[in-house]
Nanobody
Framework: QVSLVESGGGLVQPGGSLTLSCTVSEGTRAYAMAWFRQTPTKEREFVSF????????AYGDSVKGRFTISRDNAKNAVFLQMNNLKPEDTAVYFC?????????????????WGQGTQVTVSS
């Protein structure tokens, strides 16, 4: 069973930065990875995608130009650098992995999920 563990969430002021990390128990090389986020009043929202080699990347419209996804397969990790954070970025952020390699932005396309990490943007 593959397990994903997120870390790095917390409380930050508007305009601040955070970096989320996701470690994969069986290694990241075989998986395409993504970040999603969810609030109590919204469906799970696509944030960013990165393919197995790191050469294919995509972002949701609301985070383009502010967030950067990356991966280090040697460390079995995927990262989400979040800059210029806004109150509307407040959510639980989830790391997800899929065994296929193609780009997907639907939560139903992902096979494995972490438990989530809370990000709160507030002054």
């Amino acid at each position: 069973q593959v397990s994903l563990v997120e870390s790095g969430g917390g409380l930050v002021q508007p305009g601040g930065s955070l970096t989320l990390s996701c470690t994969v128990s069986e290694g990241t090389r075989a998986y395409a990875m993504a970040w999603f986020r969810q609030t109590p009043t919204k469906e799970r929202e696509f944030v960013s995608f990165i393919n197995w080699s790191g050469t294919g990347i995509a972002y949701g419209d609301s985070v383009k130009g502010r967030f950067t996804i990356s991966r280090d397969n040697a460390k079995n990790a995927v990262f989400l650098q979040m800059n210029n954070l806004k109150p509307e970025d407040t959510a639980v952020y989830f790391c997800a992995a899929r065994e296929g390699r193609a780009y997907r932005n639907s939560p139903t396309s992902y096979d494995y999920w972490g438990q989530g990490t809370q990000v709160t943007v507030s002054s």
